[in-house]
């Protein structure tokens, strides 16, 4: 390992020839799969306007909600040919592309097992996804009951609370931050056919905690590359983590106005019912672009197409979304 600009970092070069035009028109956002709208909430409003979509209530007020605070819940997801939880998205829009996004997220419910030596059967990533104008794509969040890997593909695998912060291409380098190694790792991967270059870290993040997430420029090389930063504050703290760092090519482009909060299940085995063993809670706040100075307007949320089980809902509050998974049917 060796500090660059003051930080301890662990370098990574992926220089693969040829990537940029390989990958930036193949890469699309849904690059994971396709979430379909929910009936009645259409793709049009603001954010303090969509809180009647959907059959959700708009709560008074604005910003975060309290944990498990009660609010109009929407109807639960179709029942689908599979078993397992339907993964749920909120799509965010800016009249523009930016240069930094951050939003709140909040885990209101824990994982837990029948015991503490007992396997894992389910977890979920709180992701947020998102896009460059050249078709880089994005995704950053926490999960519960993620897979960290010190060094993959060969290493042990431990089940536990991590965060994860991917971009595809992927990108020319990755750099650790704060977590240094061997509690974070820098790694290529791939899924569904897409190139990525990954941080993934151990991270003890605490359920009814509002967690504010940043990704956002970090550093210009002498060649016009740029670092792409991505960062945790635990609001209830003040402390921020920065996770870690990706450098991208000069004519990357700004971000894109189109993001996505996704909540997607993690599944350890065929599920072979609906009682879904593990629950998931969580509150994605409305997202902030170019230093917290622009809202991003409501698109709408959506369900996983084709469904699964019939136990995944939406709650909109005026400045945040529940998104809940795993429901009892």
Known sequence: MTPLQGRSAWLVMVALAGWLSACRDDVVLGAWGSVAETPGEGSGGTAGEAGAAGGAGGDEGSGMPACLEPGTPGPLSVAGPTFGATETATDWT???????????????????????????????????????????????????????????????????????????????????????????????????????????????????????FRVGPDGTEA???????????????????????????????????????????????????CEIPAQASVVFGVPSADAGNLEAARGGNRLAEPPSCPTSRFTNFAGAVRHELGLRP
């Open 94 to 212: 800016w009249p523009s592309p930016v240069s930094s996004m951050q939003w709140d997220l909040m885990v209101e419910r824990e994982i837990e097992r029948p015991s503490p030596t007992s396997p894992p059967t389910s977890g979920y990533y709180y992701a947020y996804q998102f896009s460059f104008l050249e078709g880089v794509v994005g995704f950053f969040g926490i999960q519960a009951e993620g897979v960290y890997q010190q060094d993959p593909p060969s290493s042990p695998v431990e089940v536990t609370k991590i965060a994860v912060f991917w971009l595809s291409g992927p990108p020319l380098a990755a750099e650790l931050g704060d977590i240094a190694y061997p509690d974070a790792r820098a790694a290529p991967t791939s899924a569904a056919g897409v190139s990525y270059l990954t941080i993934h870290a151990r991270f003890d993040w605490q359920a009814c905690r509002v967690y504010r």
């Open 223 to 273: 060649d016009g590359s740029i670092w792409y930063g991505a960062f945790i504050e635990d609001t209830s703290s003040g402390v921020e983590t920065f996770l870690g760092r990706m450098l991208l090519p000069a004519d990357i482009g700004p971000l894109s106005p189109f993001s996505v909060s996704r909540t997607m299940p993690i599944e350890f085995g065929a599920q072979d019912s």
